[in-house]
């Protein structure tokens, strides 16, 4: 038996290798593009896809077309994808719950090795954000109110698992608070009852607060990526201000089914790179407070599992449970 599926392993392995040299001699693309987006409309996913559809479209001389499919927190899309040919024609780009689901939801699918990592498209750094009646101006101020603070120091979330939320938890296990945290369902409901009063504390994404920080709605304390960013270039990084260690961000990749040709995925990865260098498109997505990504399959995927161990450790240890 044993030796039975080593044979029928190497013949997989066979019958692959034969499909990508035939399809480094194929006219790759021939037919429309499709990528999976697993979200409804709007939004950064939904956006950074559709513009680099059209970019792509272009590059390639297929039309490339977006389809939403929302649902079950985003994997509804993507055990589609899983389960599409692997021919180069069904992409998919994940929300940024992709590397968190594994460790909250029962998969039909296999997060790392169901899929062919092509670019890391966006990153999407938060901004952590404060009613202007918390009396902290800073990161250290808001660790030493909330280590002292009776009664405790609310933080909003946009619902459990999100990046907001787990942003939330991981300060609380580095920066050693207890703020509690408040489900709400989305980033609007959040962020109205944090101009309210009714929570404290939130980390947003820039644009849904950018315009409540300029008009002192709101106060920005850090922002949770590795560098500061250009909207706010006078605010520190979370780990600059007080919390070493701490970065946060969340992503947008592209990804193919497992199995897709070698050659397919290294044209992808070579004309998107290309496409997210574009002034135009840099400046675009720079709009919607994401920054432009890039690199190789390989490093997408790494960067996936390096972050599957981290959420996913941290969910352990904090005992998070889907709603």
Known sequence: MQTRRMLLGCLGVIAWA????????????????????????????????????????????????????????????????ATAPPDGYTLVMPITSFPINPSLYKLNFDTVNDFAPVILAGTLPLVL????????????????????????????????????????????????????????????????????????????????????????KLRA?????????????????????????????????VFAPARTPKPIIDRLNDELGKILLMPDVRQRIAQHGMQAGGGSPQSLREFLATEIEKWGKLIREAGIRPE
């Open 129 to 216: 954000v404060v009613n202007p009646g918390v009396p902290a101006k800073n990161v250290s101020e808001l660790v030493k109110l909330a280590k002292s603070t009776s009664p405790q120091i609310h933080f909003a979330n946009s619902g459990t698992g999100t990046t907001a939320h787990l942003a939330g938890e991981l300060f609380n296990r580095m920066a050693g608070t207890q703020m509690a945290s408040i489900n709400y369902r989305g980033g609007g409901p959040a962020v109205t009852d944090l101009l309210g009063g009714h929570v404290q504390v939130y980390f947003s994404t820039i644009p849904s607060v950018l315009p409540h920080i300029e008009a002192g």
């Open 221 to 253: 304390l850090a922002v949770t990526g590795k560098t500061r960013i250009a909207e706010l270039p006078n605010i520190p990084t979370v780990a600059e201000a007080g919390v070493p260690g701490f970065e946060v961000t969340a992503w947008f990749g």
């Open 18 to 81: 034969v499909s990508t040299l035939t399809w480094a001699n194929s006219d790759y693309p021939s037919r429309p593009i499709k990528i999976v987006v697993p979200v409804a409309t709007g939004g950064g996913t939904d956006f950074t896809a559709r513009l680099l559809a059209e970019k792509l479209g272009q590059a390639l001389g297929q039309p490339v077309v977006v389809e939403n499919r929302p649902g079950a927190s985003g994997n509804l899309g993507v055990q589609q994808v």
